[in-house]
Each structure stands twice: as C-alpha cells, then as structure tokens.
C-alpha cells in the first residue's frame, strides 16, 4: 500500500515563500511522475507541477517563474519551493504519484494523492 505524506505548509504573507515536502512509502517504485496539485476553495483541483521518471517538468502557467519542483528518486520524496506567492495560492496542496503517463500535456493513468497540506497567503 502507497502512502504519501505532506508537510510545510502554513501561512504566509503574500511575496513571502514556502516549501512542501512530500515523503512516499510502501510501493512508490510504480510511480513515473511525481508532485503537486491544489484545491482552492469552491475549485476544482488543479496541476501545479509534475516530474516525471525522466525529470520532464509540467508546471502550471500561473506558477511559472515562481514555483520550483525538484524530486529526489533516491528516497522517493518530492519538494516545491514556492516563491513570490499571491493571495491566489491559498489552497490545500496535495502530493500526487502517478503511475499513468504525460502526452501532449495530459495525463492518463491512475493517481495516489497524500492528505493534503493547507497554504495561506495573507494580503
């Protein structure tokens, strides 16, 4: 059974920044791609940044600049330096593995997701 665990998030002031870490365990082997989705209120979940097993990078376009993905295949954990960050980033971010596969910007495969961590940006 794959668990996946977050930690780092918080409250912020907006311009200020954060780091997400995200630990995976049990049979994480199966997983290509690795990262971050969030969920702000009364939206739908949303990519924010994926790595996959070849270290391709998929960011979403409002986090482009000021968001870092990094993975560390070693120990199957994944990182996200938010930088910059703006009252838009309040949301609940949630570590995903994929064992599915990216094309063209798209995704298709099944997913495991952590608890989700809370990030909110004060104006």
């Known amino acids: 059974q794959v668990q996946l665990v977050e930690s780092g998030g918080g409250l912020v002031q907006s311009g200020g920044s954060l780091r997400l870490g995200c630990a995976a365990s049990?049979?994480?082997?199966?997983?290509?791609?690795m990262g971050w989705y969030r969920q702000a209120p009364e939206r739908q979940r949303e990519l924010v940044a994926v790595?996959?097993?070849?270290?391709?990078?998929n960011y979403a376009d409002s986090v482009k600049g000021r968001f870092t993905v990094s993975r560390n295949y070693a120990d199957n954990s994944v990182y996200l330096q938010m930088n910059s960050l703006r009252p838009d980033g309040r949301a609940v971010y949630y570590c995903?593995?994929?064992?599915?596969?990216?094309?063209?910007?798209?995704?298709?495969?099944?997913?495991?997701w952590g608890q989700g961590t809370q990030v909110t940006v004060s104006s």
């Open positions: 995903v593995g994929q064992s599915g596969s990216w094309s063209g910007g798209y995704y298709t495969g099944n997913d495991y």
């Open positions: 049990g049979d994480s082997s199966t997983f290509n791609s």
């Open positions: 790595v996959t097993l070849e270290g391709r990078i």
